[in-house]
């Protein structure tokens, strides 16, 4: 019975999109303010129901009720609690399930939320979530059902793909979902303001903090995926260039100029245009990522339908939705004026180039995870674009971007004074040469570009501060003075520098990791040692254990360094019986920012096992960077001025002005 009552709310949930998406526009054409209200209602009780469908799903997972069809093929009655919660999402079916849950949480956050709003815009806009949400409720229900059940049901589950069964998997979905559909916004935002021929730098106000929470949610997800690969998959890379990986780096550089675009648009009135592209192609850019996953034309652990009717039936969507949108841009475009006019050298100037290697890089990624796809359907000829194609094309761009990162802030708008901006950051250019210094005087060996790379880092770090130091005053006025300006700057001024030295710990992490990793990769027996950075592991033995739903082998390490015993490692390999695989558990033991590393490959006839052993040195600065700059997106979200709930306006009958 849960089963279909979760069917038949998910079936309510898409009559009420289709309400929502026809109701409100005719009352914003016959401008009857009863008719715009109902997208309101209906986008609440769409929540409500696809909610109750989703929640029921978990029940059915949490109870084992191998009678559904989704439950016999990703459950196993043995699973721990947590990962029975976990694998609701951990397949195709249930995935999409949580993705129009997501969908219809942020429609009734803009219909709770949105009372700041004109009435005519808050309709188009939630009308325009529901088109997009009608289409994947239609897709779930004709293709993607989580609801089937077995005839004859059997007595267990065939169990959760192993890879899958990790607490990573509780984070990185539904924050990496959070992070695209948010987008989802921005996206109806900009078909809004095409179908109403009205847009300024309100629009702007209005769209910047949807925007900048989709992408903090996009920035912990790609960083929390980033990690459970890292410490899941057993090879201690962090970043493959995967295509699936590669789809969700694609809509975080998009989001990234969409949100420096949206600032010149709230600030100047300009560039209005192209921040209604860069809204259309970030969410284009999410859709394409879910049809990547979900189409079957990959084959990634991150893949997980293989069903060409899936395929076929998103790449429709994807059609009308970008199609359409793109063609509502070319036809309504020419009648937005681009608004306030700058110097090249100035704060939008500098934005504006920001855009242009964002833009640049996220284009590059495209075509090198594109072009294989188009030549294998076109050709039949495979072929592999890899890391060195990234590395080569994406990395040059990001270097004079870094460099302009610091400017952009101590610029005016409009017209700015480059020699300025350039003294106020010598002091950050010297710190950046004297580590320049330290690193070629202290290190030895690796790459020849790896000290400039720490020193720019360091450079966007410092400059970050350089523009605190300036607004607060310090080292010009009384130290008290100083820090009363400092605790009175807005939260977005910190967000902003936050976001930015994010990027250059993140940078630092980067560049240490890959020049300076040691590794010991052979067979040990017990008591073999192996040395490593400095460090000794002895193979003290091998035991076994059984766990809830699998048979794991244990190997215990001592780890000693200069004869002293600095821990113990116990790196494991779990054999899953249901499914027939197996998967290894590393061993991480940290030290500051760096890590020690030890995974275990298969045992040999002899008795010996195979090691994998790493030292990576500062590679937690690799997502610590991230997770400062969403603090930074979190702290500007909290400012006054971008608060989502801002108060609504003194009269309430204002509307957006027509552009001139």
């Known amino acids: 019975m849960i089963a279909e009552s979760g069917h038949y709310a998910l079936v309510l949930a898409l009559a009420l999109a289709l309400i929502q998406s026809i109701v409100p526009l005719i009352g914003a054409r016959l401008n009857d303010a009863a008719l715009m209200n109902v997208a309101r209602s209906t986008a609440l009780a769409q929540l409500l129901f696809v909610g109750a469908s989703f929640t029921a799903l978990v029940t059915l997972h949490v109870a084992s009720d191998f009678s559904v069809a989704n439950v016999y093929e990703n459950s196993h009655s043995m699973k721990p609690l947590i990962y029975k919660i976990t694998g609701v999402w951990g397949n195709h079916e249930g995935s999409m399930l949580l993705w129009v849950s997501i969908l219809a949480l942020f429609g009734g956050l803009v219909a709770l939320f949105g009372n700041n709003l004109p009435l005519s815009l808050r309709a188009h806009v939630l009308a325009v979530q529901a088109w997009v949400a009608s289409a994947f409720y239609l897709f779930i229900l004709v293709t993607s ?5 077995i005839a004859n049901p059997p007595l267990e ?33 900009a078909i809004a303001a095409l179908m109403e021929g009205r847009i300024d730098a309100a629009w702007a106000r ?40 590669n789809a969700s780096l694609m809509p975080w550089l998009a989001g990234t100029a969409l949100l420096h675009s949206a600032l010149v648009m709230e600030k100047r009135n300009a560039l209005k245009v192209w921040t209604i592209l860069l809204s259309i192609l970030t969410f284009s850019l999410s859709l ?33 939705f970008i199609g359409g949108s793109l063609s509502l841009y070319a036809a309504r475009a020419s009648s937005l004026k681009q608004g306030g006019l700058f110097a090249p050298i100035s704060r939008e100037g500098a934005l504006v180039l920001n855009n242009l290697f964002l833009t640049t890089a996220c284009a590059t990624v495209l075509v090198g995870t594109l072009y294989p796809l188009a030549l294998e359907v076109l050709t039949g000829e495979k072929i592999s674009v890899g890391a060195p194609f990234f590395n080569l094309t994406f990395g040059p761009l990001f270097v004079p971007l870094l460099i302009a990162v610091p400017f952009g802030p101590l610029l005016a ?121 400095g460090y000794e592991l002895k193979l003290d033995g091998l035991f076994q254990r059984q766990g809830p739903n699998f048979r794991e082998m244990i ?59 790493y030292h990576k040195p500062l590679v937690l600065l690799i997502w610590w960077g ?8 979190v702290l500007s979200l909290s400012d006054r001025r971008l608060r989502v709930g801002a108060p609504k306006p003194a009269r309430a009958q204002q509307r957006l002005q027509p552009a001139e």
């Open 206 to 245: 209005w769209v910047r903090p949807w925007t900048l929470m989709a992408w903090i949610f996009l920035t912990l997800g790609i960083a929390m995926g980033s990690y459970w690969a890292y410490y899941e998959l057993g090879w201690g890379g962090w970043w493959f260039w995967d295509p699936v990986e």
């Open 555 to 613: 190997a215990e390490f001592a780890v000693s360094r200069d004869g002293d015993k600095v821990s113990v490692m116990t790196p494991s390999k779990r054999s899953f019986t249901t499914r027939g695989s197996s998967t290894t558990e590393a061993a991480l033991l940290t030290s500051g920012a760096s890590q020690l590393y030890v995974s275990l490959g298969d045992v040999t006839a002899e008795g010996a096992i195979a090691v994998r052993i």
């Open 626 to 633: 991230p997770v400062l700059m969403a603090l930074g997106g």
């Open 157 to 189: 589950g065939r169990d959760l793909n192993p890879v899958l069964q990790d607490i990573g998997l509780a984070v990185h979905p539904p924050m990496l979902y959070l992070g695209y559909v948010g987008f989802s916004i921005s996206f109806s935002f």
């Open 413 to 533: 708008w409009k017209r700015g004074d480059i020699l300025g901006a350039a003294q106020r950051l010598i002091a950050a250019g010297i710190g950046a040469l004297l580590v320049l210094a330290l690193v070629w005087a202290w290190t030895r060996g690796g790459s020849a570009l790896a000290a400039p790379a720490i020193a720019l880092a360091v450079f966007v770090i410092l400059g970050s501060v350089s523009d605190l130091v300036e607004r607060a005053g310090l080292f010009r006025v009384p130290f008290g003075t100083a820090m009363r300006r400092a605790r009175g700057l807005p939260r977005s001024a910190w967000g902003t520098s936050l976001a930015h030295a994010g990027l250059g710990v993140a940078l630092i992490g980067i560049v240490c990791e890959t020049t300076w990793n040691s590794e010991y990769i052979g067979t040990m027996k017990p008591d073999d040692v192996a040395k490593v950075a």
């Open 288 to 320: 394409l990522g879910t049809f990547l996953v979900r189409s079957g034309v990959l084959t990634s652990v991150h893949a997980f339908a293989s069903d060409p009717t899936r395929g076929v039936f998103i790449l429709l969507i994807l059609c009308v």
């Open 145 to 149: 059902n989580p609801f089937l059940r």
